[in-house]
């Protein structure tokens, strides 16, 4: 990670996929009901779902969301990162790719540049304490 700092926009997306309000579970004969979804919005396809953080179920929040994010060795050139981040950002704002990526049961959304750097850290950060609070050791 330490030679990939230069990063760009990235995009942001919770499953809708997981959380449908009547999805077959494979486990049970029966169908499973949602009763939230774990990001930091209402998700725009499942409206009438809660966060859990709405919900104040657990003491001191949660929220987990996945993401996608590009990155590029330290050394890349300034005008390389740019461009990158132009066509990238320009991908993104298509409306077929964001009909892609709902399709998908994917929430779209993209990072700004400076933010990033503040997610990446943000995200480590929670990770170590799980690892940590349950004693999770790499072989």
């Excluded at 449908?20 to 579970?25: D, E, G, L, M």
């Excluded at 990446?120 to 050791?137: F, H, V």
């Amino acid at each position: 990670m330490a030679r990939l700092r230069r990063a760009w926009p990235a995009a942001r997306s919770t499953a809708r996929s997981t959380t449908s309000p009547r999805r077959r579970c494979r486990s049970l004969r029966r169908p499973c009901v949602a009763c939230a979804t774990t990001g930091l919005a209402r998700d725009p396809g499942l409206p009438e779902l809660p966060t859990l953080q709405e919900l104040n179920l657990i003491p001191g929040g949660y929220t987990m969301t996945y993401w996608y994010g590009m990155f590029v060795p330290t050394r890349t050139p300034a005008p390389v990162v740019a461009r990158l981040r132009s066509e990238f950002a320009a991908m993104m704002a298509e409306p077929k790719m964001q009909e892609q990526i709902r399709g998908m049961s994917l929430v779209p959304s993209a990072f700004k540049a400076e933010e990033f750097g503040t997610h990446l850290a943000a995200e480590a950060a929670m990770w170590k304490g799980i690892i940590s609070a349950a004693r999770i050791e790499m072989p």
